[in-house]
């Protein structure tokens, strides 16, 4: 054997190893990437609240999103499940890279906007719920979570309620913003255009199972008007 040649040999032998050590790997990720994923993630965060009874919706949320990470889906699934035990971090992170996969998805607005009202990062919140107005202005995802957020979080901002569940109404045809409108005439002291709000919501919602609860609150307010 050639001398430069038996020199090598240790050389190419090691390698030869590596070489297979690392084809193995990349088999063992392409195979098991998900569930090494969701490992990880476990150690640093099995103490986290409700942990033991999500950690079968994590574990099939990793695997999808290592199956298939063009797919927005699996992101707003994981993102959810990490939101559930209050990893409020890594579920932006996740419903971020949905978002980016799926640009006009209103649940993703809708799950951005509650993420920050937990963080009690209001500025935010209320900006991924008007933009999911913007982006979708004929679903009513983001009209209802930027109306949650006036009515309970930024107070300073109800008196614009009525304009967005006008709005909302005019885009999406959803009666629940009729519902939503007449609630907010009836507790801010304006009985005649509850009244009439909620009689427009009756008028086009024949088959409601709550009809008789509005009817019963129409009756109600009309005794608070002047004779």
């Known amino acids: 054997m050639n001398v430069k040649l038996r020199q090598l040999l240790p050389t190419l032998v090691l390698l030869g190893i590596l070489l297979a050590a690392g084809a193995g790997a990349f088999v063992a990720y392409r ?11 476990e150690q640093n965060h099995k103490n986290l609240p409700g942990f033991d009874s999500r ?3 994590l574990k099939s949320a990793y695997r999808a999103v290592h199956a298939n ?5 699996n992101y707003v699934d994981l993102g959810s499940s990490q939101y559930g035990i209050q990893d409020y971090t890594n579920a932006e992170s996740n419903y971020l890279k949905a978002l980016e996969r799926a640009p006009n998805a209103s649940v993703v607005f809708w799950n951005l906007t509650h993420l920050y009202i937990q963080t009690k990062e209001y500025g935010k919140a209320e900006t991924y719920a008007k933009l999911a107005i913007e982006r979708v202005p004929d679903k009513p995802l983001g009209y209802e979570a930027l109306g949650e957020l006036y009515t309970y979080y930024l107070l300073d901002k109800q008196g614009e309620l009525p304009a967005l569940y006008k709005t909302a109404f005019e885009k999406t045809r959803s009666t629940l913003f009729l ?12 009985a005649d255009r509850a009244v009439e709000t909620y009689q427009q919501w009756l008028a086009l919602s024949p088959q409601e199972q709550n009809r008789q609860a509005v009817e019963a609150e129409i009756k109600n307010l009309q005794q608070k008007l002047p004779k």
């Open 31 to 41: 195979i098991y990437g998900g569930d090494i994923a969701y490992y990880l993630y």
């Open 55 to 57: 950690k079968q919706y």
């Open 69 to 73: 990470p063009k797919d927005a889906q």
């Open 179 to 190: 519902l939503l409108l007449g609630g907010y005439y009836r507790d801010n002291g304006m």
